[in-house]
């Protein structure tokens, strides 16, 4: 009861500080004001029964016990299943099949929405290497992805250059500017880190925006070709078909690669540096270019997707590489779990297919979104995916020791 009475008095709270907004309807041609007790009604049931819940949930984790209980026996099954060699091959079989014949079952728009997820699905994972692996908080991620976005735009409006000339000068430009800020916060870590990094992101959108007689400034660069195929003439669908499907390849290239450097003597480094920065040294490690390469790998994947972006839209300007845009990729290695591949894949695509996906709710998925990411951080503030660890045998000793048992 005690419980019903505060939600009560919770959603009677919201609906007085939303009445203005939501209670009022100024009708500017019959100079009347109208009030939508219907929409503040559905308002106050919607906000009672998510107080009774959110109380719910919180006095069951204030107890110690899950907020969601499956049955006796059920949890550790389905863990064993979905943890099974067998089962991941055959899920990773399935979402490439459905990847690839996608373009064939599915309209143009949805291609050039999917085209986007993976794009952010190659941003999220280079950000995982510095912020999942290496435990180095950067906000200025967008900043790498407008590097390789202009070197692409900018070496094909003077030089000439095409997309595959550029792909891996894009790379090598955003590893240049990663390794020029690495240095300089070698000794930096925790909210110090994040601000100078921040500063570096708005550095380098102010200076592609103010530039304007080399970068164009806010009219940025237009009419930047599509990636060519033998030199064949693509109309627009089949040169999105052509650009979805080299993007589904560098997302796959992009988990294989990070997959193997993540169980690699650079990768244990960087996991090593993100646990204990003091150990990591006391071991022996380099601090400094375990650090650099972080910073390296991490926005080398950033030029690449922005050469792609580049490609993909045909034109770029500084309003394409804003902060949000960094908050947003910060948000998908958060969500998914630092560290975590698959959970990172999985928040990337939740994080840019949901809000297209919700436009119906138009009005209210920007809310819709914020309480999913707010209830994410307090029930699961490891991510979707965590303790993803490796774990070793050594085959040869324990086949000595078997051998001694026997004898």
Known sequence: MQRLIKSAL?????????????????????????????????????????????????????RGLPVISLPQGLGSSLARFCGSASVRRGSACAVLAGLIVMPWVSSLYQTNIMTSALLYIMLALGLNIVVGLAGQLVLGYAAFYAVGAYTYGLLYQYFGLGFWACLPLGGAMAVFFGLVLGFPVLR????????????FGEIVRLTLQNWSTVTGGPRGVSNIPRPGLFGMDLTLEMSSTYLYYLVVAAVIITIIVISRLKNSRVGLALQA???????????????????????ALGSCWAGFAGVIFAAKTTFINPASFTFMDSAMILSMVVLGGMGSITGVVIAAVILILAPEYLRAFSEYRMLIFGMIMVLMMIFRPQGLVSGERATYRISALEGRAGKGEGA
Request: charged share 20%; aromatic share 10%.
């Open 10 to 62: 919770v959603a009677l709270w919201f609906v007085v500080l939303t009445f203005p907004i939501m209670g009022i309807k100024i009708n500017t041609v019959t100079h009347s004001v109208d009030l939508r007790s219907d929409r503040m009604l559905m308002l106050a049931l919607g906000i009672f029964i998510l107080a009774a819940v959110w109380d719910w949930a919180f006095s069951r984790k204030s």
């Open 188 to 199: 930096l870590r925790g909210d110090y880190l994040a601000i100078v990094t921040l500063g």
């Open 273 to 295: 540096l993100r646990e204990d920065e003091i150990a990591c040294e006391a071991m022996g490690i380099n601090l400094t270019r375990v650090k650099l390469s972080a910073f």
